[in-house]
């Protein structure tokens, strides 16, 4: 079966990144056989640089074709003075508001090799594996009624509205429970129903969607204790589920457990599980062009893509595996270099990771 992906290079670090991600599908399509027809587009700064939108027609059009999409980052300091319709990373959101891509997973993975790399103590994080599935199209960053206004007196008042329907806290426990299914089947739904109405129809739901999957443990926690739980004992969790704005705080706070922000790969779901896969970290214009960023996260972002959007999960074991069989020969880029380890740039890595995983195949 052939599958047409997306890849969309971005701004800063993205197409040097990118070009790391485009040498594993050459080797997944080559080594392993897989049927890939891969086109390229703009987004973000580099967009508005060639035809003044952040998401061109032409980049929708091929999103909405594509099996699943990989993206390096958008955005950079020399468009930060833009209009806000014209920025980079309004191009992001409006792509993930199109093809509604509403569940939002992103792993927190810490490798062996680099326990050391964490501000939490290695017996803490060391084989730490969770993954947070945040609801990202919903809740108080989209509720109406939202403005800032002007009280009789003179004082003003801002005001947001955290609304979900029960359809979306359906659709994205669906979305929790079956990744939940294919890791070690416990889903912890985290909310804040002691306080808020909005939270007791997000239990009352997630209870009833847990219906359809007797195969996986659901338990439930208050949004202020999982924030202390994830840093006194993250191993506790495997997969969590929670609304935007929780977790959009939570995922943070996970992401730093394993130290580098080079590392970590996320998903963006819709409801037949088409995605778009990026690396949580940004466009690094510190660091831009010069052969240093670390590709991990972009290269773990396509194990996700293998797993999630092509179904293709032995695959995703194996780029998985080959990541850490990279760290254990001892190449580091320089975000995660420690004495004793050899220090790579982001073409060396990405070769040696396609070299790996061929040894795998051997
Ligand atoms: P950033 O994630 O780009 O960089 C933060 C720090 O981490 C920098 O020191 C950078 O050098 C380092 N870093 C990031 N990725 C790395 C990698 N792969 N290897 C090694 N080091 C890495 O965050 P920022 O500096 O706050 O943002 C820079 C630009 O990126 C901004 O324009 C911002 O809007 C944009 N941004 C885009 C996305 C996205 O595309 N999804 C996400 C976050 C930020």
């Not at 897989?34 to 973000?44: F, N, Q, R, S, V």
């Not at 980049?59 to 074709?65: G, Q």
């Not at 439930?220 to 704005?245: E, S």
Request: with cysteine; proline share 4%; charged share 20%.
């Amino acid at each position: 079966m052939s599958h047409t992906l997306l890849v969309l290079p971005g701004d800063g670090i993205g197409p040097e990144i990118v070009r790391q991600g485009v040498k594993l599908f050459a080797c997944l399509a080559s080594e392993f056989r897989l049927d890939l027809h891969i086109e390229e587009a703009l987004l973000g700064g580099a967009a508005v640089d060639a035809c003044g939108s952040p998401l061109p027609a032409e980049t929708l059009a091929l999103a909405r074709e594509a099996d699943a999409i990989l993206l390096g980052a958008v955005g950079g300091p020399q468009y930060d003075g833009l209009a806000r319709e014209q920025r980079p990373e309004r191009g992001l959101l409006a792509l993930r508001a199109e093809l509604q891509l509403f569940a939002n997973l992103r792993p927190a993975l810490l490798f062996p090799q680099l326990a050391a790399a964490s501000t939490l103590k290695a017996e803490v994080v060391s084989g730490l594996d969770i993954l947070i599935v945040r609801e990202l199209t919903g809740g108080i960053y989209f509720g109406q009624p939202r403005g800032i206004e002007t009280l009789a007196g003179g004082e003003r008042r801002g005001f947001n509205t955290l609304v979900y329907r029960e359809s979306e806290i359906e659709r994205i426990a669906h979305s929790a429970f079956a990744t939940a299914q294919r890791r070690q089947r416990r889903l912890c739904s985290v909310d804040k129903a002691n306080v808020l109405e909005v939270s007791e129809l997000w239990r009352e739901t997630v209870q009833r969607v847990a219906e359809d999957y007797p195969g996986v443990e659901l338990t439930h926690m208050y949004v202020d204790n999982a924030a202390m739980q994830l840093v006194r004992a993250p191993k506790q969790f495997d997969v969590i589920v929670t609304g935007n704005m929780f977790g959009d705080i939570l995922s943070d706070c996970a992401a730093m457990l394993t130290g580098s922000i080079g590392m970590l790969p996320s998903a963006s779901l819709d409801a037949g599980n088409k995605g778009l896969y990026e690396p949580i970290h940004g466009s690094a214009p510190d660091i831009a062009g010069q052969d240093q960023a670390n590709p991990l996260a972009t290269l773990l972002s396509i194990a996700m893509l293998l797993r999630y959007s092509l179904d293709e999960g032995a695959l995703a074991d194996a780029v998985e595996t080959a990541v850490g069989d990279v760290l254990e020969a001892g190449y580091r880029t320089a975000d995660i270099h420690t004495p004793g380890t050899r220090l790579v740039g982001c073409e060396a890595m990405g070769d040696a990771l396609v070299d790996a995983l061929r040894a795998r195949r051997r």
